[in-house]
């Protein structure tokens, strides 16, 4: 049984928790290979199928709530988030024995400033994926990347990639839930936090 001491602050304060997700929120926007980085999407298809699927997390803006995502608009989830906005972002840390869920609504920028400036920030290797030239999800023959024959293994022109711009969304989710779940042999933690009145209530939970 770990000591007391051996404990971290957010085990029993809740605005040590606070601080936590939004902590590793942040690093997984911004610190390569850190396990936030690959959290799980899930949407509602229209006829009530659970969907989910791992995304990279591009962004994060605490003070706005805001998350950014960028998949192609071609893609199952962007249909499914235009017919139903409510999606969960499950995040999960095996060092550290976090799991973060993060609710809210979100949004498909195809066409705006929000895509626009997306699309100038991401690497010219993800890019790439835009100038597949099939619908992600269609049914094929052959084993396929979906990448026309000139881009294949390599990293195209900036003139090349432009073709890929109109295959490009960029998500936003604005989150107003949290679920906070951190496992230890001492006993487990839970916690929610959700937004009203210009800030995030917190509230202990029975694991
Ligand atoms: C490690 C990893 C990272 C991924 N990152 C993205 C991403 O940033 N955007 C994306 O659209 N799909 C990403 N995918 C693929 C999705 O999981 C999913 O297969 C794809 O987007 C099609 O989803 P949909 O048909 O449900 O819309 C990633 C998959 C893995 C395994």
Do not use: C
């Amino acid at each position: 049984m770990p000591k007391s001491t051996d404990l971290p602050a957010h085990y029993e304060d809740l605005t040590a928790v606070e601080g936590a997700w939004k902590t590793l929120l942040r690093a997984g926007s911004s610190e390569r290979g850190h396990p936030f980085k690959k959290p799980v999407l899930s949407t509602l298809s229209s006829n009530g199928q659970p969907k989910a699927r791992i995304i990279i997390l591009r962004d994060v803006d605490l003070g706005e709530r805001s998350i950014r995502l960028h998949t192609d608009a071609r893609s199952g989830k962007v249909g499914e988030i235009e017919a139903n906005p409510n999606v969960m972002l499950t995040f999960y840390d095996p060092t550290e024995e976090i799991q973060v869920q993060v609710s809210g609504k979100a949004t498909a920028h195809r066409d705006d400033a929000y895509a626009d400036a997306a699309w100038a920030g991401a690497p010219p290797s993800s890019r790439r994926a835009y100038l597949a030239e099939v619908t992600p999800g269609s049914v094929s023959e052959r084993p396929v990347s979906g990448l026309p024959l000139d881009v294949e293994g390599k990293v195209p022109s900036e003139e090349r990639l432009r073709g890929g711009r109109t295959n490009f969304a960029a998500l936003q989710v604005v989150f107003d839930r949290i679920d906070w779940l951190f496992l230890n042999p001492a006993g487990n933690r839970r916690a929610k936090f959700v937004f009203q009145d210009e800030a995030w209530q917190g509230t202990w939970l029975a694991p």
